[in-house]
Nanobody, 125 residues
């Protein structure tokens, strides 16, 4: 069971990136997926999540209107589209998964069982 986060990089303020979270060894159909991030010197924080049942989504307040989470079960991948990036979005972004087939997705790290290795997003001019 593995999650592979990718898509990070260096982008200018106001730019966009799309992160991917690809699963191997299991299918994501019945898993809720969360994205978290950890900036240098700060604690890991929740960014967004998407449920497995009906694809319900949730976002941290500072990401609403800028970030969009989506899933493509056929590709076994979840995406995080990030627009209007700000320097304060600079962080390592992690995806995580937990087996839950309902319409709920969690905001706490301990609600997730599997974690990807993280991908670095740097927003700077």
């Amino acid at each position: 069971v593995q999650l592979q986060a990718s898509g990070g990089g260096l982008v200018q303020p106001g730019g966009s990136l799309r992160l991917s979270c690809a699963a191997s060894g299991f299918t994501l159909d019945y898993y809720a997926i969360g994205w978290f991030r950890q900036a240098p010197g700060k604690e890991r924080e929740w960014v967004s999540c998407i449920s497995s049942g009906d694809g319900s989504t949730s976002y941290a307040d500072s990401m609403k209107g800028r970030f969009t989470i989506s899933r493509d079960n056929a590709k076994n991948t979840v995406y995080l589209q990030m627009n209007g990036l700000k320097p304060e979005d600079t962080a390592v972004y992690y995806c995580a998964a937990t087996y839950y087939s309902g319409s709920y997705c969690g905001r706490e790290m301990d609600e997730y069982d599997y974690w990807g290795q993280g991908t670095l997003v740097t927003v700077s001019s």
